[in-house]
DNA sequence: CGCCAGGCTTCTA
DNA sequence: TAGAAGCATGGC
């Protein structure tokens, strides 16, 4: 990895598999969008950022190299070795298949406080009723940034009741929310803790939050904690375990299943052809 | 209009 | 203890 200083902020080359596309628009995260002019802008936590892919790498736009370090280079996960990874999977066609059709996707590090509500308000739900939803939640209760609003904390969430958050217009999820927010803000659920528990009791903690099930827990772990092995089990993950992996479990993946379920996530929600019903 | 959405809780047998 | 119903809202 090189880090080349512009005026118009950084550009960092020699990182492979890192397609911003494919790793920002594969429904591991709900805030950066792409823009007329072909770059992507979004917000992670309070970090807003416009970023381009180029052909002399991606230029992170007005970005200082200690920002990149102190926080996007983590984000992005960008000093892990993803070929690597790839070769430690098991042999498998539709594998080959999923890695193949985006080996540009990158694991993003999110906030993990920022992933349980984001992944609570997935749940059924689809992706651009999901990002309305987020965009009205830091819009109306997160601190400005810049042009953008920072992702809503805690405490700014545990003062409010349902009636306040009937502007999301996130239905039932409203209260699954704010209970969120209530076990977290007063230190009965401590997400730090939990990111550092073994797996097993880390999903049992998350799941004492009314409206947090295997799934959004899953998530939690593997797109909040930097949980790489935890594997969410979406109707779209379960259909592709059913009918293309019926002889595997989570596990055969090894230690970076969820990487793999990314992979396997994205491949056949592009190309539903590839699964029935 | 009807069906569905990166599910979960609650009810039922 | 498994399976179905109900859930609020809106995208397509």
């Not at 990002?131 to 969430?157: M, Q, T, W």
């Amino acid at each position: 990895m090189k880090i080349h200083n512009l005026k118009t902020g950084i550009i960092v080359s020699e990182v492979e598999d890192f397609d911003l596309e494919q790793t920002l628009d594969c429904g591991q995260c709900f805030r950066f969008s792409q823009t007329p002019d072909g770059g992507w802008h979004g917000v992670a936590a309070d970090h807003p950022l416009t970023l381009y892919q180029t052909p002399e790498g991606i230029l992170f736009e007005s970005i200082t190299p200690d920002e990149f370090n102190g926080f996007w280079r983590k984000y992005f996960d960008i000093d892990r070795d993803y070929k690597a990874i790839r070769n430690s999977f098991p042999d498998h066609p539709a594998l080959r298949q999923s890695t193949g059709f985006t080996p540009g996707t990158r694991i993003l590090r999110q906030d993990a406080w920022e992933a349980l509500i984001s992944f609570i308000i997935s749940q059924n739900n689809n992706i651009k009723r999901i990002k309305g939803i987020i965009e009205r939640l830091c819009r109306n209760f997160g601190s400005p940034c810049g042009n953008d609003f920072a992702f809503p904390s805690p405490s700014s969430l545990a003062c409010l009741d349902e009636q306040d958050l009937q502007l999301l217009r996130a239905g039932w999820r409203s209260a699954y929310i704010l209970d969120a927010a209530h076990k977290v803000n007063s230190g009965q659920l401590d997400l730090s803790e939990i990111s550092l528990m073994p797996i097993k009791e880390a999903r049992e903690a998350l799941q004492t939050i009314h409206g947090v099930g295997p799934k959004v827990a899953e998530c939690v772990l593997l797109y909040g904690m930097g949980r790489l092995e935890a594997f969410p089990l979406d109707v779209w993950m379960k259909r592709a375990m059913t009918q293309l992996f019926p002889e595997y479990t989570p596990d055969s993946f090894g230690e970076y299943a969820g990487i793999a379920q990314q992979y396997i996530f994205h491949y056949c929600r592009s190309n539903p052809h590839c699964l029935e019903k």
